[in-house]
């Protein structure tokens, strides 16, 4: 209560927390921004469903979803595809939409290939694959011999080479080095082709085979001299005996050309 041009007049606070009058300007306070997701992975979650053609994901500043439209084929019926983006949202991206913000339209058009999420890494080239064994056989022959007939493969094709021998230790393992080498010059020869007469382009003359004692272990060491026009090219192979000599023979042998194989094809 006070006194004011001799009259008493009451004074009263003005609340604060009351609104106050327009003043003909509006600001807009930015709502808060969507966290943890984008338009961009909503769709992309909603594609990848079954039938799905094609969608449109339409939202407020705040992140709100306000509509949501999708085309699909025939193979799904528009209930299950309402349901099965409720879930797929809910379950992937956190995002919970009311079902009735979800328009859904057929198509009978079936929906095209996409590219596959995942892309698989090229077969490796020709010049990775390697000279592998197959296969040795043994026939006896006259004159205490024996023929030894070795299959290889390589790139996916199957070549054989033969050679015979004393059924002496040494010259047994002499004829399966050579044996080998006959069929790994008859892989070069399919796939490099044969010169002029139908020789071999590349000529694999065995130098030595031995087998030797080291670190308690037995080893077979081959030697070869690798021949191509006027180039000779020493190789060499060693591999630990474990189940006969003829299969460590065998193995020292495409050891010491294998590289050397695959090097002059490329």
């Known amino acids: 209560m006070a006194r004011f041009a001799g009259r008493e007049v009451t004074i009263s606070k003005v609340n604060e927390d009351l609104p106050r009058p327009r003043t003909g ?20 979650l909603i594609l990848s469903l079954k039938g799905v053609v094609s969608t449109r994901l339409v939202t407020r500043p705040g992140g709100e979803i306000e509509e949501l439209h999708v085309l699909t084929s025939n ?5 299950q595809t309402v349901r099965n983006v409720e879930s797929a949202l809910l379950a992937h991206l956190g995002i919970s939409v009311d079902h009735r913000k979800i328009s ?7 929906p095209q290939e996409r590219a596959p999420a995942v892309t698989l890494a090229p077969p490796p080239r020709h010049s990775d694959s390697r000279l592998l064994f197959q296969a040795h056989q043994v ?19 199957g070549y054989q080479g033969e050679a015979a021998g004393a059924d002496l230790p040494r010259a047994r393992l002499e004829a399966v080095a050579e044996a ?7 892989a070069l020869s399919g796939e490099l082709g044969e010169v002029e007469g139908g020789a071999p382009p590349v000529t694999l003359a065995l ?11 037995r080893f077979v060491l081959v030697a070869v001299h690798a ?14 005996v474990e189940e006969s000599p003829d299969r460590a023979t065998i193995l020292a042998t495409l050891q010491a050309t294998d590289r050397w194989v695959r090097g002059r094809v490329d």
């Open 227 to 240: 021949v191509a026009g006027r180039d000779v090219t020493p190789l060499a192979g060693a591999t630990v």
């Open 139 to 157: 026939e006896s022959a006259r004159s205490r011999k024996v023929r030894h007939r070795v299959e290889i493969e390589w790139r996916d094709v």
């Open 207 to 217: 130098d030595g085979v031995k087998s030797i004692d080291a670190f308690d272990q």
């Open 25 to 44: 300007i509006e600001v807009t306070v930015p709502q808060e921004e969507r966290a943890g997701w984008t338009i961009d992975e909503a769709e992309a």
């Open 75 to 79: 193979d799904v019926g528009a209930k």
């Open 180 to 186: 080998t080498l006959h069929a790994v010059e008859a």
């Open 104 to 110: 859904v339209a057929q198509t009978k058009d079936a």
